[in-house]
């Protein structure tokens, strides 16, 4: 009997009986192991156990650990609520049913309208499918079959589907007790492997996205291996629904976005408060690393545009206007308008490095079903930076990069991961510049020792780039700071330096931004500390709360003293019992709360309450002021 051979991930090699499929290697290779994969990678391409072993190729087999298994899985869950669905409503069409992020759904087309009460209904039915445990078991039939079978059901979507394919294709099935699906797999073993699921909500989704087609009903849902991940995961989505932006950022008075602009947003007084603090931030941190700040236009012309390559690639995105019959563009990035300032001087290899810092308020159109929140938004203010230097001091830089981004994260308490993202398909200039900017870019996060993944294709169209993604207080990751090194943009725009030699030479550039935009990043933070913000960062940093009427002008005289100082203070004089005034603080997430009556106006003291330490007794109100004023100042 002849043999294959496979290559594990350690490329060590396994040899096999010809016809032995993937299931069967991996139980031959260990029975406990084989009790928890559910897929397997083969040469890069995730694929169903029940194929058999291909020899010469590269294997890996997934677990739930791995997003492959993970997908598996969950596609294995839409299935099984399809089948449900199949149950309780026959004539139901089924369109598609895909696993995605953290889940799956499946769009279907019936008469009835589904409600969220069905839900529990759905559910109870796949509970029966998940006990019967069938086996999920895949079949390949012609074309011309498949297209029989299914118009024979009445499955008039999977028709469709089937009718795109060439006329020699194989069709696969996937069948699990009495139903039957089109599907190219994978699937895991049988029905009682999904063990621990969720149907979370339904929307309406045209048919292939496009909406000339009709409207179907899309089911979301997720599954996890462990009823214990399932509870964790509905535990995190539970905690970032009471954490959300929009929400908070509405209760705190932080911003608003109106009708009148979607995707526009409004910072109110409060919200102003937070983001000068963190510009404030922004400017000291730029300053210790030696940058320059700058200002440029937000409308410049097209000419400029079209010299950048923007207007090429990134037109879709661009709002534009006419001036004097000439196109302009309002400004979707900075880079362009920095080369300018650059080009205003001519620079001697003596200048070098040249750094310059901007908060640059830039527009991108978005479809405006993309909106939300800050975190998807048509106005946002970059905090832009652009590195120009000679060859010899691209490392250098790079590492300093690296360095002020650590700063700024580690003071919210953000941890982060990087990916080094390269060539896109839609890349400008040639291969042995964009070969020298990655290995730079490499380079420089290997020896600050730092653990990276490769993003293949996802770099700027004109240079690679290192991203940053964050993680915050309930483990989620948000992709904020990104570097990218540029050898092209200097190229288009002819920008010179006089070298040592006395000749004329082109410097590189360096593209970063740390927050990514103040806006996204202020939605993130808000969210990162559900509005509870540290002294330094509060809106409101101190709420005086007089007893009764007649302690209100201490209280006016303690509020005009922290103003002097430049601590945000708001009084409370209503004529509200004190419990309430005290409640109403904390709600409004408040770090201190100064309470003041008889005993601490005769004294000229306050009785601080803390957010987080609760009551804290009495102290001189100077004391307190010099104490909050250090407690700002360390920003803490």
């Known amino acids: 009997m002849s043999e294959v051979k496979i290559i594990l991930p350690d490329n060590s090699e396994r040899s096999y009986a010809a016809g032995t499929t993937l299931g069967e290697a991996v139980k031959q290779l260990s029975n406990s192991l084989a009790k928890k994969v559910l897929a397997a990678e083969v040469d890069g391409e995730l694929t169903d156990l029940r194929e058999a072993v291909k020899d010469g190729s590269h294997v890996s087999f997934l677990t739930f650990e791995q997003q492959g298994g993970k997908d598996t899985l969950r596609h294995s869950a839409s299935h099984i609520m399809a089948q449900a669905i199949k149950r309780l409503w026959p004539e139901a069409q089924l369109a598609i049913g895909p696993a995605i992020e953290n889940g799956f759904y499946y769009d279907i087309d019936m008469e009835h309208v589904l409600v969220p009460e069905d839900l529990a209904k759905i559910e109870a039915e796949m509970q029966k499918i998940v006990k019967a445990n069938f086996p999920i078991e895949k079949e390949v039939i012609s074309r011309e079959e498949a297209l029989k079978l299914f118009k024979e059901k009445n499955e008039a979507y999977k028709v469709e589907l089937i009718e795109d394919l060439p006329a020699d294709a194989e069709i696969s099935m996937y069948r699990q007790g009495e139903f039957l699906d089109l599907c190219a797999g994978p699937h895991v073993a049988s029905?009682?492997?999904?063990?621990?699921?969720?149907?979370?909500?339904?929307?309406?989704?045209y048919w292939r996205g496009d909406e000339k087609n009709k409207m179907l009903q899309r089911i979301y849902g997720t599954a996890f291996e462990k009823k214990e991940e399932l509870e964790e995961y509905l535990h995190l989505l539970e905690e970032a629904a009471r954490r959300d932006h929009r929400k908070l950022g509405k209760e705190l008075g932080l911003f608003v976005i109106k009708?009148?602009?979607?995707?526009?947003?409004?910072?109110l007084p409060k919200g102003m408060a937070l983001r000068n603090e963190l510009e404030n931030f922004w400017r000291e941190v730029h300053h210790d690393f030696d940058y320059e700040e700058v200002r440029t236009?937000?409308?410049?012309?097209?000419q400029l545009w079209e010299q950048s390559g923007h207007w090429f690639h990134y037109r879709e995105n661009m709002y534009t206007t006419m001036i004097d019959e000439e196109d302009y563009a309002i400004k979707p990035m900075n880079c362009p308008g920095s080369i300018l300032v650059y080009q205003n001087d001519m620079h001697s290899y003596r200048d070098f490095p040249i750094r310059m810092a901007e908060l640059g308020l830039v527009h991108r159109h978005e479809l405006s079903g993309a909106l939300h929140g800050l975190f998807r938004v048509r106005s946002f203010t970059q905090d832009d930076a652009h590195v120009f230097m000679l060859p010899s001091q691209i490392k250098e830089e790079l590492i300093k990069v690296i360095e002020l981004f650590d700063r700024i994260y580690s003071q919210f308490g953000l941890t982060y991961t990087v990916e080094l993202s390269t060539k896109p398909d839609n890349a400008m200039g040639d291969d042995a510049i964009w070969e020298a900017a990655t290995n730079a870019l490499r380079e420089a996060i290997e020896e600050?020792?730092?653990?990276?993944?490769?993003?293949?294709?996802?770099?700027a169209f004109y240079g690679p780039k290192l991203d940053f993604h964050i993680r915050d207080s309930i483990g989620r990751t948000w992709q904020c700071g990104t570097i990218q090194l540029d050898m092209n943009l200097p190229e288009r725009f002819q920008m010179e330096y006089i070298g040592e030699d006395g000749q004329k030479h082109q410097p590189i550039m360096i593209h970063r931004a740390c927050f990514g935009s103040m806006?996204?990043?202020?939605?993130?933070?808000?969210?990162?500390?559900?509005?509870?913000?540290?002294?330094?960062?509060?809106?409101?940093?101190?709420?005086?709360?007089?007893?009764?009427?007649?302690?209100?002008?201490?209280?006016?005289?303690?509020?005009?003293?922290f103003k002097k100082s430049y601590i945000r203070v708001e009084l409370d004089d209503r004529s509200e019992k004190i419990g309430y005034k005290i409640r109403q603080a904390q709600m409004e997430k408040v770090p201190y709360m100064?309470?003041?009556?008889?005993?601490?106006?005769?004294?000229?003291?306050?009785?601080?309450?803390?957010?987080?330490?609760?009551?804290?007794?009495?102290?001189?109100?100077?004391?307190?002021?010099a104490d909050i004023l250090k407690e700002a100042k360390e920003r803490k």
Do not use: C, M
């Open 191 to 205: 029905t009682g492997k999904v063990k621990a699921f969720k149907l979370q909500s339904l929307a309406g989704a």
């Open 259 to 267: 009708e009148q602009g979607p995707g526009f947003p409004f910072f």
């Open 297 to 302: 236009p937000i409308i410049l012309n097209r």
């Open 448 to 459: 600050k020792q730092i653990p990276y993944q490769i993003n293949e294709g996802d770099g």
């Open 519 to 561: 806006e996204r990043f202020i939605g993130i933070l808000i969210e990162h500390y559900a509005g509870a913000f540290p002294t330094w960062l509060a809106p409101v940093q101190v709420k005086i709360l007089p007893i009764s009427e007649k302690h209100v002008e201490y209280a006016k005289k303690l509020r005009d003293a």
């Open 594 to 625: 100064l309470v003041v009556g008889d005993k601490e106006e005769q004294d000229g003291t306050v009785a601080v309450r803390s957010r987080l330490e609760g009551e804290k007794g009495a102290v001189k109100w100077e004391d307190f002021l």
